[in-house]
């Protein structure tokens, strides 16, 4: 292969070290995922205090069914049963527990925190159910890290609902 010179060159050289730097960073991510980097801090806030779980940061990477219902940036709605409490709250274990990469935390009559971890990069997001005695499960997902979520504990506790509901029937 012949020597490049000049602008040829310059471009081999510079599309060469962009390769290699993205290498790098793909490295670095991977790695950092792996070893947990993107885990963040577990909350010491967490569980249910005066009847409520912990309220969202402003940040718009949290839901909570008991959000006032005009912050629609915040506000989920709680799910809802009807009939045996206790069969509902086992119902709702299993449609938590089965999804992947959740790891149980903390397990009380009538609440549960888990830890749902994000396939590529790690990030730990804290879910949290509560059982209401108005026939309700009160519901918060929030990630422990970043500003936005772009929807992911929404559609997780989304996904709680629907195969809660297809549990349910």
């Known amino acids: 292969m012949a020597l490049m010179s000049g602008k040829e060159g310059r471009v081999f050289y510079l599309a060469r070290i962009t390769m290699i ?22 909350p010491d806030n967490l569980g249910v205090i005066a009847g409520k ?14 959000a006032d219902k005009s912050d629609a940036e915040h506000y989920i709605a709680p799910i809802a049963f009807s009939g045996d409490a206790t069969r509902a709250w086992e119902l709702l274990k299993r449609a938590v527990i089965g999804m992947e990469r959740v790891s149980v935390v903390r ?4 609440y549960l ?28 997902s929030a990630s422990r890290l970043g500003r936005k979520d772009f929807g992911v504990n929404r559609a997780r506790i989304e996904a709680v609902r629907a195969r ?5 029937k």
Request: net charge negative; hydrophobic share 45%.
């Open 107 to 110: 397990e009380a009559p009538g």
């Open 164 to 168: 809660f509901e297809e549990l349910s």
């Open 113 to 140: 925190h888990v830890e749902q971890t994000t396939r590529l990069m790690g990030f730990v997001d804290d879910c949290e159910f509560a059982l209401d005695p108005a026939g309700l499960i009160q519901v918060r």
């Open 53 to 66: 779980l912990a309220a969202c940061k402003p940040t718009p990477n949290c839901v909570a069914s008991q």
């Open 21 to 42: 730097a993205a290498l790098c960073v793909a490295i670095l991510v991977l790695g950092g995922a792996r070893m947990g980097m993107f885990s963040g801090m577990r």
